[in-house]
């Protein structure tokens, strides 16, 4: 079959974000202990880090790192891993049934980013936190001293700031297995208090909502109130969010491609771009503008919700491609990505006391990484069409 590719180099559609090739972060499935974090492996840093893996993730240039969570930040209180590690609880964590030693913290986080250049992406607790709370993780990490958090961040021995331009306002609130799960409406209105205090600290920080991609009404909800149209009080900085997430796994948990055979499964770049598409269509119908600078954030993704080892494949590393070319294509609307997880779990880094397994998708992203541009061109194909049909997803029912 022979196919004819247009490129006019003299025409840009759009401008591509490097954010779309961030990572994420855990205290789940070997992705922190055990995974990027082990202090007794003979591959630890003077930190606890382990130096094979932070040298992989320099060399996908992994632009940003989202922390804590996922289920996990929904039961986490930040307190309980700052200071000397000696005096920090063990806690019950709720999302993955397990013990928590938090030997693993916000500056452990911070580290890790410096480590690997890294920009830093935290998400804060709506689940059993508070607002205040949230306010003071801000000030932490962001303040510059005279107030109580900022100092004891000095006092920890971290003089200057950590600078966390980059926070997300809860983890999927829409679901019924997250601690603390809300309605459309009710999390509308608590992201309202939460993403109003922490701009009182710092109105510079950018602030990612909860979307629910599958659920126009849920996201109309969220950028109705979170608009700053809309809102019964604006903080300094304009809009409260600059931005509303989606998570997708496409593979496994009953998802939408669970039992699909190799031709269907190559349409999911085409499933996650209609999805991307209409979360933005309820961002300019809830902002009653076209232009509402609000993007769309896919802080979760991955091809498998979950592996048995089968999986790492070349055929899954094509399908990640497929994947992240939908958000070159819609880098209007998306401007940031963390793809769940590089290291452990569902990743392509696996690692043994020995070294590590290095999947095929690693280098795909690799690839991607070392000649990928900055500037989307407008290009056009001629090749025989091929119709194939997309599965629907019904997994979600309406929170709204």
Aim: proline content about 4%; overall charge negative.
């Amino acid at each position: 079959m022979k196919a004819n590719i247009t490129i006019d180099s003299s025409k840009k559609a759009g401008e591509i974000d490097r954010k779309i090739f961030g990572h994420f972060m855990e205290h789940a499935f070997g992705n922190i202990y055990g995974g990027v974090y082990d202090p007794e492996s003979r591959f630890a840093d003077e930190d606890g880090f382990r130096t094979d893996v932070i040298e992989l993730l320099k060399e996908v240039k992994v632009p940003v790192l989202r922390y804590p969570g996922g289920n996990f930040v929904s039961s986490y209180h930040w307190e309980d891993g700052i200071g000397p590690k000696e005096n920090r609880p063990k806690k019950f964590d709720f999302a993955w049934g397990a013990s928590e030693s938090n030997q693993f913290g916000t500056a452990d986080f911070i580290k890790l980013c410096r480590k690997t250049g890294a920009e830093p992406l935290i998400c804060v607790n709506m689940g059993s936190g508070t607002a205040e709370e949230a306010m003071n993780w801000v000030e932490y990490c962001n303040g510059s001293g005279g107030t109580y958090y900022a100092d004891l961040r000095k006092s920890h021995g971290y003089e200057e700031p950590f600078h966390v331009k980059y926070w997300c306002l809860g983890n999927e609130m829409y679901a019924q297995w997250q601690f603390g799960a809300l309605n459309a409406d009710d999390y509308a209105k608590e992201a309202v208090h939460f993403a109003y205090a922490m701009k009182r600290v710092d109105p510079s920080i950018k602030l990612t909502a909860v979307g629910l991609e599958t659920d126009p009404v849920w996201n109309y909800k969220t950028v109705e109130k979170l608009n700053v149209r809309q809102a019964p009080y604006a903080p300094e900085a304009g809009e409260y969010i600059d931005y509303i997430s989606a998570h997708y796994y496409p593979i496994g948990n009953d998802s939408a491609y669970a039992n699909s055979d190799y031709r269907t499964r190559m349409t999911m770049g085409e499933f996650f771009h209609e999805r991307t598409i209409l979360m933005r269509h309820a961002i300019e119908n809830a902002a009653d503008d076209s232009e509402c600078p609000i993007k769309v954030v896919w802080d979760e993704w991955n091809p498998m919700g979950e592996r048995d080892g089968s999986e790492f494949t070349l055929e899954m590393a094509l399908w990640s491609s497929t994947i992240l070319n939908s958000f070159i294509r819609d880098s209007k609307y998306v401007e940031m990505a963390n793809y769940t997880f590089f290291v452990g779990g569902n990743g392509p880094i696996q690692v043994t006391e020995k070294g590590m397994l290095i999947q095929p998708e690693f280098y795909m992203m690799k690839l991607y990484a070392d000649h990928l541009g900055d500037s989307l061109l407008e290009s056009w194909n001629d090749v025989e069409k091929v119709t194939i049909d997309m599965p629907v997803d019904h997994r979600w029912p309406k929170y709204g």
